[in-house]
C-alpha cells in the first residue's frame, strides 16, 4: 500500500497547518529541555555546594549519628573506610572529617557554631567549599596544630584577623567540656551569610586530641562522585564492601541533607507538573489540527472505503500522518533546541540582579546565573514523550476517520 | 444460453427513519443482474436509485430483504468482508469527486490494484492499458484538480474497471459533466461492455442516457414501475 505515500502528501498538501502542528510539538520540547534543563542544573548544583559544605554525596558515618548527632558517636577505623571508598569505581575523593557543634570565643565575646575538622594533606578545593572561599590568608598546613579558619561573618563579629587567638570549647567523647586555643590562619567567604558566620574549619589530628578520639577516629567519611546520578549505585557498593564493620551507616546525601533534598523533590514535581501541563496543552492543539484535517475529508476516506480499503488501513493512515508530524516536530525540535541548549549551557543568563546578594535557598548557595544541564536519560525522555504525545493526540482522530460510513460521506448534496 | 447471475435482490426494501416519518426509499424490490449487461436504473429524484446501489455494492444494509452478489447472500459477511468483497469484485464510480485529491491520475487508477497488492510491475502495466483505453494515459501524472469533471469520471471508469471487477456500479455518471464529456464516458462504458465484457449498472434520469442502454429499469418512488429490454 500506499500509505506512507498519501500521508506525506496530506502534509504537504496543507503546508501551513502541517509546519504549524510540528512547530508547537519543537516548542514543546525547547519548553521542556529549558524547564529539565534548569532544574537538573540548579539542583545538581545545589546538591554538589551541599555536599561540599561536609558530608559529601555518600557519607559513611557512626550508627545514629546522622539521626541524632554528637561527638560522643564516632566512626573508628576512618582511615579504612577512606581506603575502601576510594578503591570504588566513579569515586572522585573520600575525605576523613569531623564535624561538630563548638564555641568560638575571643577575650570580649563568643559564638556558637560548627566546626569542621580536616587533615590539610589530604583536602582538595574542589571537594571543600571553604578551601575554595578562601579570601585572606591560607589553610592550615598541620594537622597536631593550632591552625583555624573562620568564616568572614564570624571574623565579623569577634572582630578576628589574622593571627588572632580563638578559643574553641566542644564536648569531649566522654561528655567533658573542653576548650583549645587556636590561631586565626584564614578567612573564608561564601556569600551565605549563616555558613560565613557559623563555621570554622580546624586541623584534625589536633581536634582527635581534643575530643579524645583515637588517633583513626572521625564522625564521617565524606565520600564523593564523579556524576550525581552514581549516589545510589556508589552507596550500594560502599555498604556491601564495609558490610562486615558493624556501628555505621552509609547514607546518600538525600538522608544527610534531608531539608534539601524535600526542596528539590517539591520544586521537581511543580516542574514535572507544569511541563506535563504543557505538553497537554500542546497535545490538544495537535489533536484538534489533527480531528479538522480529518473531518474535512470525510468524503475522500468514504470514497477509499468504498473501494475497498478497510476502516483498519484508515485508521493507519491517519496515525502515519501523526507519525510524521511526529518526526517532523522531533527535527523542528532539535533543530531549534540546540543553539538555545548550547548558549544556556555555556553562557547562561545572569540573574545576580534580581536575587540580591545572598544567594541561598534551604540554607544552601545557588548559583546567580540560570544555566541548563540535561543529562542523556532527560533529553531522550522529553524527546520520547514529545513524539509520543504527537502520536496519542493522532489516535482518537484516527479511530474517527476509521469510523467513517461511507454511505454518509458519499452522499451527493 | 442465459449467463449466470451477478446480482439478485430478493424482496428487497430501505426504510430511513426521519423524525415520525418512515421513508421507504426501496419497496419490495427483485432485480438481476446478469453477467455482460448493460443496464440502467432510471427514475426521478428520489425515487431510490442511490440506495439500490449502494445496497448491491455493501454499502449499505437493507432493512429487509436480501442481496445475492455471485451467489454470496452479503447479510452473512462481516465488515472485512464486506470491505474485501467491495475490493476485488464490485467496480465503483460516483457522480463527482471520485478521486483521491492527493493522488496523481495514475495513482488514483492504480489504487484498487495497490490495495489488492498486486506487484508494481503488473499494476503499471494494467493500469497503462486501462488508461489508454479510457483516453487518459497523457495525463498520467495530473492531479485530479488539475483534470477537467469529464477526465476525472475516465480516471474513476479507468479505476474501476481496471481490478476486473464482476459488476461496476455507477451511480449518475454523467450528471455533474457537460453533454460533450457525457457522451465520452458513455461511449466509453459501451465499448467497455463490449469489447471487454465488463457489466454496467448505472442510475440516471437523464433521457439521453437513458437511450442508450440497453436495459432501462423505471423505478418510481422506490418500486420497480417497469423494466425494458431496448433493442439498440
Ligand atoms: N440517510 C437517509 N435518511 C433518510 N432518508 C433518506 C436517506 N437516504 C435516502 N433517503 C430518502 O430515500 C429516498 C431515495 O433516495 P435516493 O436513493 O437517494 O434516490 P435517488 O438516488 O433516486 O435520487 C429519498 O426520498 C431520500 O430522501
Ligand atoms: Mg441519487
Given at each position: 500500500?500506499?500509505?506512507?505515500?498519501?500521508a506525506?502528501?496530506?502534509?504537504?498538501?496543507?503546508?501551513?497547518?502541517?509546519?504549524?502542528?510540528?512547530?508547537?510539538?519543537?516548542?514543546?520540547?525547547?519548553?521542556?529541555?529549558?524547564?529539565?534543563?534548569?532544574?537538573?542544573?540548579?539542583?545538581?548544583?545545589?546538591?554538589?555546594?551541599?555536599?561540599?559544605?561536609?558530608f559529601g554525596?555518600?557519607?559513611?558515618?557512626?550508627?545514629?549519628?546522622?539521626?541524632?548527632?554528637?561527638?560522643?558517636?564516632?566512626?573508628t577505623?576512618?582511615?579504612?573506610?577512606?581506603?575502601?571508598a576510594?578503591?570504588?569505581?566513579?569515586?572522585?575523593?573520600?575525605?576523613?572529617?569531623?564535624?561538630?557543634?563548638?564555641?568560638?570565643?575571643?577575650g570580649?565575646?563568643?559564638?556558637?557554631?560548627?566546626?569542621?575538622?580536616?587533615?590539610?594533606?589530604?583536602?582538595?578545593?574542589?571537594?571543600?567549599?571553604?578551601?575554595?572561599?578562601?579570601v585572606?590568608?591560607?589553610?592550615?598546613?598541620?594537622?597536631?596544630?593550632?591552625?583555624?579558619?573562620?568564616?568572614?561573618?564570624?571574623?565579623?563579629?569577634?572582630?578576628?584577623?589574622?593571627?588572632?587567638?580563638?578559643?574553641?570549647?566542644?564536648?569531649?567523647?566522654?561528655?567533658?567540656?573542653?576548650?583549645?586555643?587556636?590561631?586565626?590562619?584564614?578567612?573564608?567567604?561564601?556569600?551565605?551569610?549563616?555558613?560565613?558566620?557559623?563555621?570554622?574549619?580546624?586541623?584534625?589530628?589536633?581536634?582527635?586530641q581534643?575530643?579524645?578520639?583515637?588517633?583513626?577516629?572521625?564522625?564521617?567519611?565524606?565520600?564523593?562522585?564523579?556524576?550525581?546520578?552514581q549516589?545510589?549505585?556508589?552507596?550500594?557498593?560502599?555498604?556491601?564492601?564495609?558490610?562486615?564493620?558493624?556501628?555505621?551507616?552509609?547514607?546518600?546525601?538525600?538522608?544527610?541533607?534531608?531539608?534539601?533534598?524535600?526542596?528539590?523533590?517539591?520544586?521537581?514535581?511543580?516542574?514535572?507538573?507544569?511541563?506535563?501541563?504543557?505538553?497537554?496543552v500542546?497535545a490538544?492543539?495537535?489533536?484538534?489540527?489533527?480531528?479538522?484535517?480529518?473531518?474535512?475529508?470525510?468524503?475522500?476516506?468514504?470514497?477509499?472505503?468504498?473501494?475497498?480499503?478497510?476502516?483498519?488501513?484508515?485508521?493507519?493512515?491517519?496515525?502515519?500522518?501523526?507519525?510524521?508530524?511526529?518526526?517532523?516536530?522531533?527535527?523542528?525540535?532539535?533543530?531549534?533546541?540546540?543553539?538555545?541548549?548550547?548558549?544556556?549551557?555555556?553562557?547562561?543568563?545572569?540573574?545576580?540582579?534580581?536575587?540580591?546578594?545572598?544567594?541561598s535557598?534551604?540554607?544552601?548557595?545557588?548559583?546567580?546565573?540560570?544555566?541548563?544541564?540535561?543529562?542523556r536519560?532527560?533529553?531522550?525522555v522529553?524527546?520520547?514523550?514529545?513524539?509520543?504525545?504527537?502520536?496519542?493526540?493522532?489516535?482518537?482522530?484516527?479511530?474517527?476517520?476509521?469510523?467513517?460510513?461511507?454511505?454518509?460521506?458519499?452522499?451527493?448534496? | 444460453?442465459?449467463?449466470?447471475?451477478?446480482?439478485q435482490?430478493?424482496?428487497?426494501?430501505?426504510?430511513?427513519?426521519?423524525?415520525?416519518?418512515?421513508?421507504k426509499?426501496?419497496?419490495?424490490?427483485?432485480?438481476?443482474?446478469?453477467?455482460?449487461?448493460?443496464?440502467?436504473?432510471?427514475?426521478?429524484?428520489?425515487?431510490?436509485?442511490?440506495?439500490?446501489?449502494?445496497?448491491?455494492?455493501?454499502l449499505?444494509?437493507?432493512?429487509?430483504?436480501?442481496?445475492?452478489?455471485?451467489?454470496?447472500?452479503?447479510?452473512?459477511?462481516?465488515?472485512?468482508?464486506?470491505?474485501?468483497?467491495?475490493?476485488?469484485?464490485?467496480?465503483?464510480?460516483?457522480?463527482?469527486?471520485?478521486?483521491?485529491?492527493?493522488?496523481?491520475?495514475?495513482?488514483?487508477?492504480?489504487?484498487?490494484?495497490?490495495?489488492?497488492?498486486?506487484?508494481?510491475?503488473?499494476?503499471?502495466?494494467?493500469?497503462?492499458?486501462?488508461?489508454?483505453?479510457?483516453?487518459?494515459?497523457?495525463?498520467?501524472?495530473?492531479?485530479?484538480?488539475?483534470?477537467?469533471?469529464?477526465?476525472?469520471?475516465?480516471?474513476?471508469?479507468?479505476?474501476?474497471?481496471?481490478?476486473?471487477?464482476?459488476?461496476?456500479l455507477?451511480?449518475?455518471?454523467?450528471?455533474?459533466?457537460?453533454?460533450?464529456?457525457?457522451?465520452?464516458?458513455?461511449?466509453?462504458?459501451?465499448?467497455?461492455?463490449?469489447?471487454?465484457?465488463?457489466?454496467?449498472?448505472?442510475?440516471?434520469?437523464?433521457?439521453?442516457?437513458?437511450?442508450?442502454?440497453?436495459r432501462?429499469?423505471?423505478?418510481?418512488?422506490?418500486?420497480?414501475?417497469?423494466?425494458?429490454?431496448?433493442?439498440?
Amino acid at each position: 500500500m500506499q500509505l506512507n505515500k498519501m500521508a506525506w502528501r496530506t502534509l504537504a498538501r496543507n503546508k501551513r497547518r502541517s509546519l504549524i502542528t510540528s512547530f508547537s510539538v519543537a516548542f514543546g520540547i525547547l519548553l521542556a529541555v529549558t524547564f529539565t534543563g534548569s532544574g537538573d542544573y540548579s539542583y545538581t548544583s545545589m546538591i554538589d555546594t551541599s555536599a561540599v559544605m561536609g558530608f559529601g554525596h555518600v557519607s559513611v558515618e557512626a550508627a545514629g549519628y546522622n539521626d541524632r548527632p554528637g561527638l560522643a558517636r564516632r566512626l573508628t577505623e576512618a582511615g579504612g573506610v577512606r581506603k575502601t571508598a576510594l578503591g570504588l569505581p566513579r569515586v572522585a575523593g573520600a575525605y576523613v572529617r569531623i564535624m561538630g557543634q563548638a564555641m568560638f570565643a575571643t577575650g570580649a565575646k563568643s559564638v556558637g557554631g560548627v566546626f569542621m575538622a580536616v587533615d590539610p594533606q589530604l583536602e582538595k578545593p574542589l571537594h571543600n567549599f571553604f578551601l575554595r572561599s578562601i579570601v585572606e590568608g591560607r589553610l592550615f598546613d598541620d594537622t597536631n596544630g593550632r591552625g583555624a579558619v573562620v568564616g568572614a561573618g564570624m571574623a565579623v563579629k569577634l572582630n578576628l584577623r589574622l593571627g588572632k587567638k580563638v578559643i574553641v570549647t566542644v564536648t569531649d567523647k566522654n561528655g567533658q567540656l573542653t576548650s583549645e586555643l587556636t590561631r586565626v590562619c584564614g578567612i573564608f567567604k561564601t556569600g551565605d551569610d549563616s555558613v560565613d558566620s557559623g563555621m570554622v574549619l580546624l586541623p584534625l589530628g589536633r581536634m582527635r586530641q581534643v575530643l579524645n578520639y583515637g588517633p583513626d577516629d572521625a564522625t564521617l567519611v565524606a565520600v564523593y562522585v564523579n556524576d550525581l546520578r552514581q549516589v545510589k549505585r556508589v552507596r550500594t557498593l560502599l555498604a556491601a564492601k564495609l558490610d562486615h564493620k558493624a556501628n555505621l551507616e552509609v547514607l546518600p546525601w538525600q538522608e544527610t541533607q534531608p531539608d534539601l533534598a524535600g526542596l528539590i523533590a517539591v520544586d521537581r514535581l511543580f516542574n514535572y507538573l507544569l511541563q506535563f501541563l504543557v505538553g497537554l496543552v500542546i497535545a490538544a492543539g495537535i489533536l484538534n489540527t489533527m480531528l479538522m484535517s480529518v473531518l474535512e475529508r470525510t468524503r475522500e476516506f468514504g470514497i477509499m472505503m468504498a473501494v475497498g480499503m478497510t476502516p483498519r488501513q484508515v485508521v493507519g493512515l491517519v496515525l502515519i500522518e501523526s507519525f510524521w508530524l511526529g518526526v517532523l516536530g522531533l527535527l523542528l525540535g532539535v533543530i531549534l533546541t540546540t543553539p538555545w541548549f548550547i548558549y544556556m549551557s555555556r553562557v547562561g543568563i545572569d540573574l545576580s540582579r534580581h536575587i540580591g546578594q545572598d544567594y541561598s535557598a534551604g540554607g544552601v548557595l545557588v548559583d546567580p546565573v540560570m544555566k541548563l544541564r540535561l543529562y542523556r536519560e532527560s533529553a531522550l525522555v522529553i524527546l520520547l514523550s514529545a513524539f509520543g504525545l504527537t502520536m496519542a493526540a493522532g489516535v482518537y482522530p484516527a479511530i474517527r476517520a476509521g469510523r467513517t460510513m461511507p454511505v454518509e460521506s458519499l452522499k451527493e448534496t | 444460453m442465459q449467463d449466470a447471475p451477478i446480482v439478485q435482490l430478493e424482496k428487497v426494501s430501505k426504510i430511513y427513519q426521519q423524525g415520525q416519518v418512515e421513508v421507504k426509499a426501496v419497496d419490495n424490490f427483485d432485480l438481476t443482474v446478469r453477467a455482460g449487461e448493460f443496464s440502467v436504473l432510471c427514475g426521478p429524484s428520489g425515487s431510490g436509485k442511490t440506495t439500490i446501489l449502494n445496497l448491491i455494492g455493501a454499502l449499505d444494509a437493507p432493512s429487509s430483504g436480501r442481496v445475492w452478489l455471485e451467489g454470496q447472500n452479503l447479510a452473512e459477511l462481516n465488515r472485512g468482508r464486506l470491505s474485501r468483497l467491495r475490493r476485488d469484485r464490485i467496480g465503483f464510480v460516483f457522480q463527482s469527486y471520485n478521486l483521491i485529491p492527493v493522488l496523481t491520475a495514475f495513482e488514483n487508477a492504480e489504487f484498487v490494484l495497490s490495495l489488492q497488492n498486486v506487484p508494481a510491475a503488473e499494476r503499471r502495466k494494467r493500469v497503462m492499458a486501462v488508461l489508454r483505453e479510457v483516453g487518459m494515459a497523457d495525463y498520467v501524472d495530473r492531479r485530479p484538480d488539475e483534470l477537467s469533471g469529464g477526465q476525472q469520471q475516465r480516471i474513476a471508469i479507468a479505476r474501476a474497471v481496471v481490478s476486473e471487477p464482476a459488476i461496476v456500479l455507477a451511480d449518475e455518471p454523467t450528471a455533474n459533466v457537460d453533454s460533450e464529456a457525457a457522451d465520452t464516458i458513455l461511449d466509453l462504458m459501451t465499448m467497455l461492455n463490449r469489447e471487454k465484457g465488463v457489466t454496467f449498472l448505472f442510475s440516471t434520469h437523464d433521457q439521453r442516457v437513458m437511450d442508450r442502454a440497453r436495459r432501462l429499469i423505471r423505478l418510481r418512488d422506490g418500486r420497480l414501475e417497469a423494466d425494458e429490454n431496448q433493442d439498440r
